[in-house]
C-alpha cells in the first residue's frame, strides 16, 4: 500500500505538469483548431527565463516564476502577431507544420542561454522529503499539484465568469456568430497563445526543479499529446484528467510492471500513456470528454 | 484559423529564414554548412611539399579556402555531428569546435606533408539520426579524404559498411567496444565495456572486497556495453550483479531510484545523460541510499554541481573516464586549453582534441610513405602503433590494426566532484587497469543489442 500510495503521489505529481502542458494545447486548439508544436519551446524558454531571472538578476524563485510565465506570454503574442496570425485562412495541418518550425527556431535560440551544461531553476524545494505516515514523498510532487489545482480553478473561473473568458469560449463554440455579437476574433486567438505559454512556462519550471533543464528538457512537451488525445482534444478539463491520468499510469508501471508482468520489457512505462490512449480511442474516439463531431454523407 | 482573409506574408517569410537560419546554424567559432569548395575528386601523382604525393578523393594541389599556408595542398577532411537538435548537441558542439582548433593548430605547424588540413567545409549535422547521418555522409563522400568525426555509435553504423567498402578512415565520437573491430575506425581511449570493469576494481580495492553492483544505463550500446562490462568483472569476481535500464529524461528515473533504494547495491555503474545522473542520485540520496555512483564521462557536467542534488553528488559520485579532463597539466590539455581560447570548460573540448590525434598520425604516416590516397591512409592507419598524444594518452594507445584483445587500451582514470576545477572534477586516481580488463579477451563487441 506504502508503495502504491508513493507512485501515487508521484504519478500525480509529473501527472500535474502533462495537465498544465495539456491545457495550454487545447486551449490553442480550441480558439484556432491547430495543435501548436510550439509549446516545447515556450516551455524551456520560461524555465530558462526563471533560471536568469533567479541567479543573474537575483529575484526570489517565487518573483521570478510568474514574472517568467508573463515574459513567455509576451514571446507567445508575438509568435501568434507574427507566424500564426498572418495564416488565418489557409489549412490547419500548414499552420501545424509552421508551429513545427518556430520551435526549432525558438530552441535553437534558447539552447544557447542554456548552455553546455544544465540550468538550474532554484527552486526552494530541493531534495526535501515528506513522510505521510509510512509514505516517503519528494515534496516537490506536492507543490506541483498544489500549483496546478489552483492554476487550473483560476482557469475555470476565468473561463465561467470573466467578459474575456465568455468570450474565447464563444468564439470557440462559433467564430463567425461571435464576430457577429463584437467579439474580435483576433484578440481571442492572441489571448489563448498567451495563456498557453505561461502555462508551458509554469509546466517547464515545474520540470526543471531537482535536476535542472538542459537542451534536452524540451522532450517533455511531446508528453502532453497523449493527455490531449485522451482527455479530448477541445476539454480542457479533459486535458486535465488526461495530464494526470498519463502521469499516473506511468508511475504505476514503472513501479509494479516489472514484479508482474516482466515479459513487457524493461521501461514499458513510457509506452504506456500511449497504451492508455489506444484503448480510450477505441472506445472513446473523441477522448473521454471530447465533442464528438456528426458528420452527414 | 479559417474566417480572416489573407493577409500579408512577410511573417511566412520571416519564419521561413528562421528555420533556414537555424539550419545553417554558426556552431560557435565556424560555418556549420558547406561553402561549396570544389576538390578534384581523382588526382594521381600530385606534387606537394617537394615530393611525389599519391591522391585520389578529398585532396587538391590548390590551397584549403582560409588557407593558413597559401602554397600548400589541401586535405579534406568530413565532420558528421550532432550540432543542433539531437540529444548530444551539448557535447556534439564543443568536440567539433576543438576539433576546428586542433587542425587549425596542425596547419599552423605547416600542415601535413605540403598539404593543410581543412575540416570546416564539410561539416554536416546528422541530428543523431543514423538517416540523416549516412544522407549527408553520402553528400560529403564524394569530397573528403577521410571523417575527422563521426558522432555517435548507431549514427556510425549506419555508414561502417561503406566506410570499409570505400576505405574511408574515421575518427569517432563515442566510445563502444564495437570499433574496435572495425580497422577504419580510429578509437581512442578504452570503451565502456573495459571502463566499468575497473570502476568494479576501484570500488574493490577503497570500499569492499565483496561488493554488490547495480549497472543503471540507457539502452543501446551506451548503457549496454557498460552494463555487460560490469556483468563480465562481477561474475569473474563472485560478486552480486544486477541492471537496470533506464530511459533519457530526469522524470523517467523513478523506476532506477527505486530499483537502487530496493537492493541498495554497494556501487552502481551509471550511464546516463547528466540531468538523468542528477535525479537519480539525488533521488535515491534522498530516500537513504548511501552506496557509490561510478558513472561514465558522459553522465557528467559540471553544472551539476550548482544542482539541489550537489551534496548528495559530492558524497557519492565518481566519475570514471578515458583520460584526464580539462585542467589537467599535458602539454596535449596546454596546447587544447591554448588553441581553443576563453570558453566555458567542458569535456567535450577534451575528447574533441583526444579523438584528432590517431587520425594526425595516420596522415603523417601516409604522407611520409607518398600514399594520401584513401586506401594510403587505411593501409598507413592500420600499421600504427604509436601515437602521439602529447601526454593526454599513453603512446602505446594509439596502437590500430591486428587482433582487438591486443589493441585495446585498457586503462582509465577515477576522479571525485571537485567544484575548484574546471570541469568539476579532480584525477584521485591516474591511468589504470584491473586484472580482470587487463585478462578480458575481446573476441566481440561487448554489447550486441
Known amino acids: 500500500m506504502t508503495d502504491f500510495l508513493q507512485a501515487l503521489i508521484s504519478g500525480l505529481g509529473v ?110 524545494w530541493g531534495l526535501t522529503i515528506r513522510r505521510l505516515g509510512a509514505v516517503v514523498v519528494q515534496e516537490r510532487y506536492l507543490w506541483m499539484m498544489l500549483i496546478t489545482a489552483v492554476v487550473v480553478s483560476l482557469l475555470f473561473a476565468f473561463f465561467k465568469y470573466s467578459r474575456v473568458g465568455l468570450a474565447m469560449r464563444a468564439a470557440a463554440f462559433d467564430q463567425e456568430t461571435a464576430l457577429a455579437q463584437g467579439i474580435s476574433v483576433g484578440q481571442v486567438f492572441a489571448l489563448s497563445w498567451a495563456i498557453a505559454g505561461a502555462l508551458a512556462a509554469l509546466a517547464g519550471t515545474l520540470a526543471g526543479t531537482r535536476a535542472g533543464i538542459d537542451q534536452q528538457t524540451w522532450v517533455l512537451g511531446l508528453k502532453a499529446l497523449p493527455a490531449i488525445i485522451l482527455g479530448g482534444l477541445d476539454s480542457v478539463g479533459g486535458a486535465v484528467v488526461g495530464g494526470l491520468a498519463v502521469g499516473v499510469v506511468e508511475a504505476m508501471v514503472s513501479r509494479y510492471q516489472g514484479a508482474y508482468f516482466p515479459w513487457l520489457g524493461q521501461n514499458f512505462s513510457l509506452v504506456s500513456p500511449y497504451v492508455l490512449m489506444l484503448i480510450v480511442l477505441m472506445i472513446r474516439p473523441y477522448g473521454l470528454f471530447g465533442t464528438p463531431e456528426v458528420e452527414r454523407v | 484559423m479559417r474566417k480572416f482573409p489573407h493577409r500579408p506574408r512577410w511573417a511566412v517569410l520571416l519564419v521561413a529564414l528562421a528555420l533556414v537560419l537555424s539550419a545553417c546554424r554558426d556552431t560557435g567559432g565556424g560555418t556549420a554548412t558547406d561553402d561549396g569548395t570544389e576538390t578534384a575528386g581523382a588526382t594521381e601523382g600530385a606534387t606537394a611539399g617537394g615530393g611525389e604525393v599519391q591522391t585520389d578523393v578529398g585532396v587538391t594541389e590548390e590551397a584549403c579556402p582560409n588557407a593558413v599556408n597559401s ?322 594518452l599513453p603512446e602505446e594507445a594509439g596502437r590500430f590494426g591486428g587482433d582487438p584483445s591486443e589493441t585495446v587500451y585498457r586503462e582509465i582514470v577515477v576522479a571525485e566532484p571537485d567544484e575548484n576545477e574546471p570541469t568539476g572534477v579532480k584525477v584521485i586516481e591516474e591511468f589504470f587497469a584491473s586484472d580482470v580488463a587487463q585478462n578480458y579477451e575481446m573476441s566481440g563487441p561487448c554489447f550486441t543489442g
Open chain 2, 71 to 392: 602554397d600548400n595542398g589541401c586535405i579534406y577532411l568530413g565532420i558528421i555531428s550532432d550540432l543542433t537538435e539531437g540529444p548530444f548537441a551539448a557535447l556534439a558542439v564543443p568536440i567539433t569546435d576543438a576539433q576546428k582548433a586542433f587542425w587549425k593548430r596542425v596547419n599552423e605547424e605547416g600542415g601535413i606533408g605540403g598539404y593543410d588540413v581543412d575540416v570546416e567545409s564539410y561539416i554536416k549535422d546528422n541530428k543523431y539520426n543514423p538517416e540523416v547521418h549516412n544522407q549527408v555522409y553520402q553528400e560529403i563522400k564524394p569530397e573528403v579524404l577521410a571523417l575527422a568525426q563521426t558522432l555517435g555509435s548507431p549514427t556510425t553504423a549506419a555508414i561502417i559498411e561503406d566506410l570499409k567498402a570505400e576505405n574511408i578512415v574515421a575518427a569517432p565520437a563515442s566510445w563502444t567496444s564495437a570499433w574496435e573491430f572495425e580497422e577504419v575506425i580510429l578509437e581512442s581511449g578504452t570503451n565502456y565495456c573495459i571502463e566499468s570493469m575497473n570502476a568494479i576494481d576501484h570500488a574493490q580495492r577503497n570500499i569492499s572486497e565483496d561488493i554488490s553492483v547495480m549497472a543503471v544505463g540507457l539502452p543501446g550500446d551506451y548503457g549496454g556495453d557498460a552494463a555487460k562490462g560490469a556483468e563480465v568483472a562481477a561474475e569473474e569476481l563472485g560478486l552480486d550483479f544486477s541492471s537496470v535500464e533506464t530511459t533519457p529524461g530526469p522524470e523517467n528515473q523513478a523506476e532506477a531510484v527505486g530499483q537502487i533504494v530496493q537492493n541498495n547495491p554497494d556501487i552502481v555503474i551509471l550511464t546516463t545523460a547528466p540531468t538523468d545522473a542528477a535525479a537519480v542520485i539525488g533521488g535515491a540520496a534522498a530516500e537513504g541510499y548511501q552506496g557509490k555512483f561510478y558513472g561514465t564521462s558522459p553522465t557528467w557536467n559540471p553544472a551539476l554541481l550548482e544542482s539541489p542534488a550537489a551534496d548528495a553528488i559530492k558524497a557519492l559520485y565518481l566519475q570514471t573516464a578515458p583520460w584526464e579532463p580539462f585542467g589537467t597539466d599535458t602539454p596535449g590539455h596546454e596546447a587544447m586549453r591554448e588553441a581553443i581560447g576563453d570558453v566555458e570548460p567542458n569535456d567535450g573540448y577534451t575528447s574533441g582534441w583526444v579523438w584528432s590525434y590517431p587520425l594526425k598520425a595516420a596522415l603523417e604516416a601516409a604522407a611520409e610513405a607518398g600514399d594520401l590516397t584513401r586506401a594510403g591512409i587505411a593501409q598507413a592507419a592500420s600499421e600504427l602503433e604509436t601515437v602521439d598524444y602529447e601526454g593526454m
Open chain 1, 15 to 124: 501527472g500535474s505538469i502533462y495537465a498544465l502542458l495539456a491545457v495550454g494545447f487545447v486551449i490553442i486548439y480550441k480558439s484556432m483548431q491547430v495543435i501548436s508544436f510550439a509549446q516545447p519551446a515556450l516551455l524551456v524558454t520560461g524555465a530558462v527565463m526563471v533560471s536568469y531571472l533567479r541567479f543573474d538578476f537575483g529575484l526570489n524563485f517565487w518573483i521570478a516564476l510568474p514574472l517568467a510565465m508573463v515574459l513567455t506570454a509576451l514571446l507567445a503574442l508575438v509568435i501568434e502577431r507574427l507566424a500564426l496570425r498572418p495564416m488565418i485562412g489557409k489549412p490547419v495541418f500548414v499552420v501545424a507544420i509552421i508551429t513545427i518550425g518556430v520551435d526549432i527556431a525558438v530552441r535553437v535560440v534558447v539552447n544557447r542561454f542554456i548552455g553546455l551544461g544544465a540550468r538550474q531553476v532554484g527552486d526552494p
